[in-house]
T-cell receptor
């Protein structure tokens, strides 16, 4: 079956630094990928839609300059959390849909200290 | 046992019993619904889906019921096993809406031995 690989699974960074999270579709091409954020014991909240070859579409309330998204190829989207602060600590999950199903990455636990 | 609620409720069942997890969805235009299982620290895994032209769909040990009149979805797990312990989310989407999923609040299922 289709696989989406997300890396890293865990990252700890200092306040003020930037962190890049990668999302790869391993055996299919994805012109669209989605980035979600999940707080403990809460649901997944859609942050943005990553579009290959064009700008990402951000959900209301999500700062596009804070969460930079680049969909460089049909198999790779990256989310960069810029100038990270402790309140950015969260679980970030990417998803890539096929025409039949949405596949999710393993998630990235970001801790900003 | 059954669960319903707007917060992350917990449903505790005995191993071997049937589980019923409920979800109220919000968009009357949604026509495709999916149940996901999320284990701690991992991304969501697809369990079963249903389209709005159906009211019931069965898989292996799982059944999804859809009541469009009251915008309600349920997931039934037969003969619940310890490996079923996880958080379960329903998700809704509109066909042609760019594959965007809206997730429900989730239910924590705990299987007691």
């Amino acid at each position: 079956g289709a696989v989406v690989s997300q890396h890293p699974s865990r990252v700890i960074c200092k306040s003020g630094t930037s962190v890049k999270i990668e999302c790869r579709s391993l055996d299919f091409q994805a012109t669209t990928m989605f980035w979600y954020r999940q707080f403990p014991k809460k649901s997944l909240m859609l942050m943005a839609t990553s579009n290959e070859g064009s700008k990402a579409t951000y959900e209301q309330g999500v700062e596009k300059d804070k969460f930079l998204i680049n969909h460089a190829s049909l198999t790779l989207s990256t989310l960069t959390v810029t100038s990270a602060h402790p309140e950015d600590s969260s679980f970030y999950i990417c998803s890539a849909p096929t025409h039949t199903e949405a596949f999710f990455g393993q998630g990235t636990r970001l801790t900003v200290v | 046992g059954e669960s319903v609620g707007l917060h992350l409720p917990t449903l505790s069942v005995q191993e071997g019993d049937n589980s019923i997890i409920n979800c109220a969805y919000s968009n009357s235009a949604s026509d495709y619904f999916i149940w996901y299982k999320q284990e701690s620290g991992k991304g969501p895994q697809f369990i079963i889906d249903i389209r709005s032209n159906m009211d019931k769909r069965q898989g292996q040990r799982v059944t999804v019921l859809l009541n469009k009149t009251v915008k309600h979805l349920s997931l039934q797990i037969a003969a619940t096993q310890p490996g079923d312990s996880a958080v379960y989310f329903c998700a809704e989407t509109v066909t042609g809406g760019g594959n965007k999923l809206t997730f429900g609040t989730g239910t924590q299922l705990k299987v007691e031995l």
